[in-house]
């Protein structure tokens, strides 16, 4: 394996995406409505980068996505609404 094949935060880029999907959002509307770019959001979806605590914070006052459920996987710290979109999606890990 290369070094530009490691893609360190796959688990939180798969949830991140998981939980712009269940909102309804593409990419360039997610990024835009939190303030972001979209290769930011891009990164953080491949799995490249992991969005940092004030990011985290953003993606939670915008839309709900709590820090634990993005770094850790818990749907108990998201809203009802998004945690069911969410709960039998099989690409995504969680928290127990």
């Not at 991140?16 to 959002?25: D, E």
Request: aromatic share 10%; with cysteine; proline share 4%.
């Amino acid at each position: 394996m290369q070094e530009s094949d490691v893609r360190p935060y796959t688990e939180i880029g798969l949830r991140l995406r998981a939980g712009r999907k269940a909102l309804g959002y593409n990419q360039t509307e997610f990024a835009k409505r939190a303030g972001f770019t979209k290769s930011q959001v891009s990164n953080w979806e491949g799995g490249l980068h992991r969005p940092s605590l004030d990011a985290c914070i953003t993606l939670r006052e915008t839309y709900g996505l709590s820090i634990d459920f993005i770094i850790f996987g818990n749907l108990d710290a998201l809203p009802h609404r998004i945690a069911k979109a969410l709960e039998l999606n099989p690409d995504v890990n969680f928290s127990q």
